[in-house]
T-cell receptor, first 114, second 114 residues
């Protein structure tokens, strides 16, 4: 069974650009969560999607957005990139309910904003 | 609102020595607690979780954790560490009573010294 797949693995952008990251969950998993990981800050929750609906959202500005498709694949978009957006973006999937289920993480997309 | 505190950002320990990684949480309702491990250049993997029942939870790779409600703690322990345990460890919490996001701590880097 394939794991959670995130693409691309690395990304370099300049300030003001926008970026789209992709996440394919484990087959059969319907919940996809996104996290931003930076040194010293741990994982900061961005949002969670289930059946194409955003169920929960973290405290990030509106420049951060996401969506989920009918096949459960998810994308997140960051517009008007800032230097502080440089981070590892992790996607995690679970069957239905991340609250009490095991989260399966991808290897992440390392975003560098210059 | 829920939160997690991992006071130790780094813990050095000699090989075959015991280790304890500390985690304290805050929540106004019943909680679910997790420990995840992240090896270099990889996503996170679940070590163990506490949902209910016995307060002593055993996980993979010889790790265990004890839920202490009065002290709002969920410390991770291993009686004898190996070089391969060198990684970053994250404590996480979510709340019962309807869907809640999973909140992660800032992580503790365990460095096993040969």
């Amino acid at each position: 069974k394939a794991g959670v797949t995130q693409t691309p693995r690395y990304l370099i952008k300049t300030r003001g650009q926008q970026v789209t990251l992709s996440c394919s969950p484990i087959s059969g998993h319907r919940s996809v969560s996104w996290y931003q990981q930076t040194p010293g800050q741990g994982l900061q929750f961005l949002f969670e999607y289930f059946s194409e609906t955003q169920r929960n959202k973290g405290n990030f500005p509106g420049r951060f957005s996401g969506r989920q498709f009918s096949n459960s694949r998810s994308e997140m978009n960051v517009s008007t990139l800032e230097l502080g957006d440089s981070a590892l973006y992790l996607c995690a999937s679970s069957l239905v309910e991340p609250t009490n289920e095991k989260l399966f993480f991808g290897s992440g997309t390392q975003l560098s904003v210059l | 609102a829920q939160s997690v505190t991992q006071l130790d950002s780094q813990v050095p320990v000699f090989e075959e020595a015991p280790v304890e990684l500390r985690c304290n949480y805050s929540s106004s309702v019943s909680v679910y607690l997790f420990w995840y491990v992240q090896y270099p250049n990889q996503g996170l993997q679940l070590l163990l979780k506490y949902l209910s029942g016995s307060t002593l939870v055993k996980g993979i790779n010889g790790f265990e954790a004890e839920f202490n409600k009065s002290q709002t703690s969920f410390h991770l322990r291993k009686p004898s560490v190996h070089i391969s345990d060198t990684a970053e460890y994250f404590c996480a919490v979510s709340s019962s009573g309807g869907y809640q996001k999973v909140t992660f701590g800032t992580g503790t880097k365990l460095q096993v010294i040969p």
